[in-house]
């Protein structure tokens, strides 16, 4: 089955830029969607089909897409960016849905 | 913008069948364009999912889960449900609802209800 991988935290300070990798093999011939959930809610739509934004999302999210790796970077961090990111791909192969293990993002 | 709620028993026994049901408002009519998921959340764990309906009827189970899932739909009354049979405790979780555009169009899971805990305990 397909796996995609993330790494379990990442940290930044207030102002700086954040970037959450997604890994999966070939994961550039998909479309990968980033979903944010602070804690206590439910997640929430980023980034959808790898660079499209959500209009109630600010433009400093922003995502890429390529080879092996799909990415999430957050601009110019603020204290309430901080939640757990998801990333998720349908895999039609297998015709399943599926979700990294999500990243925690820390303002430090 | 379309609406979701959970419902259901939070408490459920081993062995038993946990059955929750998903509610749609907020744009009924647009029901036939979505596919409708579950999705799951162990305590301090990542998301899990269970599996899709489309409104035809068509379904897609997370292999790990499809012997015992049961998803369905009920376009006249805006409801989806879901059924796991012989539960143990590793089902417990908080069980989301959502909409997903069609998978064969990348099937993003754009609005979610708010997340139904459910507890397994004898």
């Known amino acids: 089955s397909y796996v995609l991988t993330q790494p379990p935290s990442v940290s930044v300070a207030p102002g700086k830029t954040a970037t959450i990798t997604c890994g999966g093999t070939?994961?550039?011939?998909?479309?990968v969607h980033w979903y944010q959930q602070k804690s206590g809610q439910a997640p929430g739509v980023v980034i959808f089909s790898d660079v499209g934004r959500p209009s109630a999302i600010p433009a400093r999210f922003s995502g890429s897409n390529s080879g092996d790796t799909a990415s999430l970077t957050i601009s110019r961090v603020e204290a309430g960016d901080e939640g757990d990111y998801y990333c998720?791909?349908?895999?039609?192969?297998?015709?399943?849905?599926?979700f990294g293990g999500g990243t925690r993002l820390t303002v430090l | 913008q379309l609406r979701l709620h959970e419902s259901g028993p939070g408490l459920v026994k081993p062995s038993e069948t946990l059955s929750l049901t998903c509610t749609v408002s907020g744009g009924s009519n647009r029901m036939p364009t979505y596919h409708w998921a579950w999705i799951r959340q162990a305590p301090g764990k990542g998301l899990e999912w269970i599996g899709t309906v489309s409104n035809g009827g068509t379904t897609y189970y997370n292999l790990s889960l499809r012997s015992r899932v049961t998803i369905s739909v009920d376009t006249s009354d805006d409801q989806f449900s879901l059924r796991l049979t012989s539960v143990t405790a590793a089902d417990a979780a908080t069980y989301y609802c959502a909409s997903q555009h069609d998978p064969a169009s990348a099937g993003l899971f754009d609005y979610w209800g708010r997340g139904r805990l459910v507890t397994v305990s004898s």
């Open positions: 070939n994961i550039g011939r998909k479309s």
């Open positions: 998720h791909v349908w895999d039609s192969a297998a015709v399943q849905a599926v």
